[in-house]
């Protein structure tokens, strides 16, 4: 029984040295693409801007008589998963919207966005967003596709992106600045 427990312990020692080997191996990419071992950093902060409205769904707007644009108020949660050595970053953000506060029909939305910026502070993200307005009284759910910017004012850093959101009855075209606390 003792050779038995033995040979299964010698086993997985092997096992495991071979699979430490392999590893070993795999991680030998130039310094300059290795990912840095940082503490995710959140970047946080509210937003504001405005959402335009095209097709069906501008038509239903103007039929109710509503603007084919609404104003934009949020938070963006966003944490870095990655960064470079060059300063590349790779991203994971949330964000949350109240719109319309000036009509008689608000609208919440929420999308989660896989994203990337460069050095340069020039950054691309997609995902999913789902919304509810009263004047549907149903969710809607779109593809987020969006890029912009992330630049230095002083000690403040301040977004500025433009996000296109395809979607049944038109895409929605939606401009947001903020800032970023973190």
Not at 41 to 50: A, C, E, H, K, W
Not at 120 to 131: D, R, T, V
Request: charged share 15%; proline share 5%.
């Amino acid at each position: 029984m003792s050779r038995l427990i033995t040979s299964g312990a010698l086993a997985l020692f092997l096992l495991g040295s071979g699979s430490v080997a392999a590893q070993e191996s795999e991680s030998e990419v130039p310094e300059e693409q290795q990912a840095k071992k940082l503490p995710r950093q959140s970047l946080n902060g509210p937003r504001f801007g405005f959402t335009m409205f095209t097709g069906e769904v501008a038509e239903q707007r103007n039929q109710a008589d509503l603007a084919p644009a609404i104003s934009q108020f949020g938070w963006q949660f966003e944490t870095q998963m990655v960064s470079l050595e060059g300063g590349h970053k790779a991203l994971l953000e949330l964000v949350t919207l109240l719109g319309g506060v000036e009509s008689e029909h608000p609208t919440i939305s929420a999308a989660l966005m896989a994203g990337y910026r460069l050095a340069n502070g020039f950054e691309l993200g997609a995902g999913p967003n789902i919304s509810y307005t009263s004047q549907t009284n149903e969710p809607t759910t779109s593809m987020v596709i969006a890029a912009g910017a992330t630049l230095p004012f002083g000690d403040i850093w301040v977004p500025l992106n433009t996000a296109v959101s395809l979607a049944e009855g038109g895409p929605r075209i939606t401009v947001l600045t903020g800032w970023i606390i973190g």
